[in-house]
């Protein structure tokens, strides 16, 4: 059975920095694109990052552009996000998915075959 499980969610002040983990197990993703998504209270599911089977190809959304970092360890089955100069905006349910379906729906949820639960993320002003 194939799990996602995200940590390192918590409270933080505005302009901090902080790193979400997401470690995956069941089978290894180490081929496949994972990526990062956030859900802020009565909003929809957004694409944050999504980051290549080798690492070396990163795709970002223009709020975390600049801002955020997406890398994997294949080694660890994980894939984590170092998110710093963190707004009040960003707050939200951070959740990684794995398996790209089709790289039209990058930014779409239904562009990802497997997901997590989610770890809170919260910035205080």
């Known amino acids: 059975q194939v799990q996602l499980v995200e940590s390192g969610g918590r409270l933080v002040q505005a302009g901090d920095s902080l790193r979400l983990s997401c470690a995956a197990s069941?089978?290894?993703?180490?081929?496949?694109?994972m990526a990062w998504f956030r859900q802020a209270p009565g909003k929809e599911r957004e694409f944050v990052a999504f980051?290549?089977?080798?690492?070396?190809?990163?795709v970002y959304s223009d709020s975390a552009k600049g801002r955020f970092t997406i890398s994997r360890d294949n080694a660890k089955n994980t894939v984590y996000l170092q998110m710093s100069s963190l707004k009040p905006e960003d707050t939200a349910v951070y959740h990684c998915?794995?398996?790209?379906?089709?790289?039209?729906?990058?930014?779409?949820?239904?562009?990802?075959?497997?997901w997590g639960q989610g770890t809170q993320v919260t910035v205080s002003s």
């Open positions: 069941g089978r290894t993703f180490s081929s496949e694109v």
């Open positions: 998915a794995a398996e790209m379906l089709n790289i039209v729906h990058y930014r779409e949820t239904r562009g990802y075959r497997y």
């Open positions: 980051i290549r089977s080798n690492g070396a190809t990163t």
